[in-house]
């Protein structure tokens, strides 16, 4: 309160300076015609007059009384010589500006104190619109989620759990593809990404919106992933209380599965603030909880398509190939998701190192033919640069060609 009456009082004391700039320049310009002979005394002594009044006018009694000693010292010094102006003499013209002006310079003052006091409650008014709009979008926040948490904790649940029930069960990559698109579209998010735990690695598996992680991302580089594999869920203003933020972080992340062995996690890099809650967090967490229920299942049905097209040499038989193929090809579709096709030929002696050599997500059939093998390989989540490289890496080690 003490600056802010402090920065009034310097506030109007630099207003009064230029009005009394403004004053003098004007007295000094007619002062000056005068002095040139340009214009008469009484000309001269009629412009400082109305010049008093309109500044009484315009400014109230503070420049008034400093324009009336000004006046009056000119009176006594420049124009002592002249005897009338009009028929008035000079003191009758004297205490004519004196009365006049001071009654214009009172009404001046309190038209100005009336202005200045609508200025002030403009001002207060303006304030007190921003807090009413401030309030207003508050509500709007806690209104809308007041909403969602009771459509959710209604039937709004069910009817999720229900889509996702109707998915088609091929495989985990294709229900989660799937499941990602329901869960964003229900929960009117922008931006859903899924990514498959692969010890302190995550790798990504299918999302909608805008991406800035990448592909495959260290958990320990993201204090709000890592947090989320310890504790189920994470969310950026949890972790901003915690510790400074240095890198792009998403605003929360939740497991899929069990903490301590976590299957995948689900990461929302942009969302709203008005759709962003604690509420909305726990809920996705919950839908995340039934998902690792059902994947469990399929990773069961899966183990036992192993059983049957897995070979011993860690290769697939060509069925599960040309299955997974459609797959990651669907996932390319929708999400953008790469994968790319390899297909090299070497010697059989070099057939064991060569296939432990690309990753357990990748999906392998070989054809054996006049002592070489033909090896045909999908490559999940991997552009043109990274089959180079692994290609590149092949060469180096083996004799291999590109069929």
């Not at 996702?164 to 869960?183: F, Q």
């Not at 933020?245 to 942009?270: H, M, R």
């Not at 432990?356 to 054996?368: E, G, H, I, Q, W």
Request: charged residues 25%; aromatic residues 10%.
């Amino acid at each position: 309160m003490k600056k802010l009456i402090q920065k009034n009082n310097f506030t109007n004391l630099k207003s009064f300076l230029f009005q009394l700039l403004e004053l003098i320049i004007s007295f000094a310009i007619v002062i000056t015609l005068h002095l040139t002979s340009v214009i008469s005394s009484s000309v001269t002594i009629v412009f400082l007059v109305a010049f008093i009044f309109i500044w009484s006018a315009r400014y109230g009694l503070l420049p008034f009384l400093v324009s009336i000693s000004i006046f009056q010292l000119l009176l006594l010094t420049l124009f002592k010589q002249v005897q009338n102006i009009g028929g008035l003499s000079l003191n009758t013209v004297s205490i004519f500006t004196i009365v006049v002006g001071l009654i214009i310079g009172v009404i001046g003052e309190m038209l100005n104190k009336k202005i200045r006091d609508l200025q002030n409650d403009k001002k207060r008014l303006e304030l007190e619109n921003q807090k009413l709009l401030s309030a207003i979008s508050d509500m709007r926040v806690v209104i809308s989620q007041l909403q969602m948490r009771i459509y959710f904790e209604g039937e709004g649940l069910i009817v999720l759990l229900e889509r996702l029930r109707e998915l088609e069960i091929l495989d985990v990559d294709e229900i989660l593809t799937r499941a990602v698109e329901i869960i964003a579209e229900f929960f009117e998010l922008e931006n859903l990404h899924l990514y498959r735990c692969e010890g302190n690695f995550i790798r990504y598996v299918a999302g909608i919106g805008q991406k800035r992680l990448p592909n495959s991302l260290d958990a320990t580089k993201s204090s709000v992933i890592y947090d989320a594999l310890q504790n189920g869920y994470s969310t950026l203003p949890k972790v901003i209380m915690k510790a400074d933020i240095t890198s792009f972080e998403p605003w929360f992340a939740v497991v899929i599965g069990e903490k301590s062995n976590a299957f995948g996690v689900f990461v929302v890099e942009d969302v709203s603030p008005e759709k962003f809650s604690e509420t909305l967090v726990k809920y996705i967490s919950a839908v995340a909880g039934w998902l690792y229920a059902n994947v469990r299942t399929i990773l069961q049905e899966e183990k036992a398509l192993e059983e049957v097209y897995k070979k011993p040499d860690g290769t697939w038989d060509e069925n599960y190939y040309i299955k997974k193929k459609k797959v990651f090809e669907k996932r390319k579709e929708r999400f953008g998701i790469p994968y790319e096709e390899l297909c090299i030929t070497y010697k059989s002696e070099y057939h064991n190192s060569i296939v432990n050599t690309f990753r357990k997500s990748d999906v392998l059939v070989a054809y054996p033919t006049n002592g070489k093998i033909v090896l045909r390989a999908l490559l999940a989540v991997c552009d043109a640069q990274g089959k180079a490289k692994i290609l590149e890496r092949l060469v180096n080690k083996y004799e291999i060609e590109v069929c």
